[in-house]
């Protein structure tokens, strides 16, 4: 596995890679089932692989929740090299951000609901970098997880509108044993918070109407950021402890929703 934390020598890197398709999978760090099943996806599809390792300060509207999120980068390496990805690219910040957070990529519509009322400019922080990594790798087809719904919505909607030559790919969400969406910021539950964390899927897959799955899921000890029907699923953002869980599932048969995302 070629890793490049140079921008520049990353870009001239892809460019060399003239009649082979690339498969891109952009991520945080503290890799997971869920991520290596993209890696999966894009092995499948793909010559080669490439994927990023990139804490975007740019998305986090809290700076407690950037320093404490998990980082486990000889551990990812480890990963990725064992699932055979081909480029890591490990970009510093200050390579990221020249213009020094100047330009940006905003959403004025979508991005200000459910995630966006909770965490006002992440979206754009997630798309700015989103739209640079693209720029740096020119993958023919990157990879997100369906458990960020509404992210992965508005990235596809921003290459459809820039016209992007990058096909977005949706995955389907990966779930432990007890239906518990992976995520890395898992690890930070405590033991009893984790047994505790099943409940939120169980409960936002009942054929119950949101307000009801509201009630049970504050009973049940969560402290609810919102629980909505959109676009045909039910997303959901809950509080257990210090740790901020988002899950989504699509509605059953029969019942209709009449929003969009």
């Known amino acids: 596995m070629e890793i490049f934390n140079n921008i520049q020598s990353a870009r001239k890197h892809f460019r060399t890679l003239d009649g082979v398709s690339v498969g891109f999978i952009p991520t945080m760090g503290a890799l997971h089932a869920g991520h290596l099943s993209l890696v999966r996806r894009a092995a499948a599809e793909n010559d080669i692989v490439a994927a990023s390792i990139f804490i975007n300060p740019a998305q986090f509207n809290d ?8 980082r486990k980068f000889d551990t990812d390496i480890s990963l990725l090299e064992a699932f055979e990805v081909d480029v890591l690219l490990t970009p510093e910040v200050e390579d990221m951000f020249p213009d020094k957070y100047n ?3 905003s959403e004025n519509k979508e991005s200000k609901i459910l995630e ?5 400019r992440h979206f754009d922080g997630v798309l700015t970098v989103v739209l640079k990594l693209l720029n740096i790798v020119h993958p023919g087809k990157a990879y997100f997880g369906e458990k ?3 992210q992965l919505k508005l990235i596809q909607g921003m290459a459809k509108a820039l016209f992007l030559d990058t096909e977005i790919i949706a995955c389907p969400t990966i779930r432990e ?3 518990l969406a992976m995520s890395s910021r898992n690890i930070l539950l405590d033991k009893d918070e984790l047994k505790r964390a099943a409940k ?3 409960i936002l897959s009942e054929k119950t109407t949101p307000e009801a799955k509201t009630t049970t899921l504050e009973k049940a000890g969560f402290k ?3 629980i909505e029907e959109r676009e045909g699923r039910i997303l959901g953002a809950v509080r257990l402890g210090k740790v ?3 899950d989504n599932e699509q509605i059953w048969e029969n019942q209709k929703s009449n929003t969009n995302l």
Not at 63 to 70: G, L, S
């Open 63 to 70: 700076a407690n929740d950037f320093e404490n999120y998990p």
């Open 103 to 105: 330009y940006q990529v």
């Open 116 to 120: 966006g009322l909770y965490r006002p």
């Open 148 to 150: 960020d719904w509404q």
């Open 177 to 179: 044993k007890d239906g």
């Open 200 to 202: 939120f899927h169980q």
């Open 224 to 226: 609810v950021d919102y």
């Open 244 to 246: 901020r869980l988002i």
